[in-house]
């Protein structure tokens, strides 16, 4: 196995269920999820040789994940179907309830897919907004009116459900 190999296999090793955890909530479903990191981290193998700055490749590989997730949206390759009841993994906040973390999940995936990746960058990944324009190549504008349509749709989708019970 060549150096490049094992350096990349231990990456992978070390980050990618940080990245799948990401990857279900742009997307909501688990088996969704594995299918964009495994084609983010494919993207990241080929381009690993160019790669000088091994110290960013975080938000490198984000940046794949998420331009991968919207792409495939536009392209309507595979229709959002409602969050998996599978919520065991590490993608919910610490310290939130399993029932609020289910309601709070169902919500997002009913945020549009531009709001949404915003909304997973910005509040979940905790990325600032210069970066996160970066990742979706926009705007910062963009990333904050976004963010703030997103975080109105998710408050009214929220309040309906609570409506409901």
Do not use: N
Request: with cysteine; proline share 3%; hydrophobic share 40%.
């Amino acid at each position: 196995m060549s150096d490049r190999d094992a350096a990349f296999q231990e990456y992978f090793a070390a980050r990618s269920d940080v990245m799948r955890g990401t990857a279900y909530l742009l997307c909501g479903d688990w088996h969704r999820a594995e299918d964009l990191v495994q084609q983010a981290f494919t993207k990241l193998y080929l381009a690993w040789r160019r790669i000088e700055r091994h110290e960013a490749l975080d938000a490198y590989t984000r940046q794949i994940l998420v331009r991968t997730f919207l792409s495939e949206r536009r392209r309507g390759w595979f229709r959002f179907e409602s969050a998996s009841d599978d919520l065991t993994d590490s993608a919910a906040p610490p310290g939130v309830y399993p029932e609020e973390r289910m309601v709070l999940l169902e919500a997002l995936a009913k945020v549009p897919p531009k709001q949404r990746a915003c909304l997973v960058l910005r509040y979940w990944e905790d990325m600032s907004v210069e970066q996160t324009a970066t990742v979706l190549k926009c705007s910062e504008g963009t990333v904050k009116s976004q963010a703030a349509r997103g975080l109105q749709t998710l408050r009214g989708l929220l309040s309906q459900q609570e409506r409901v019970r």
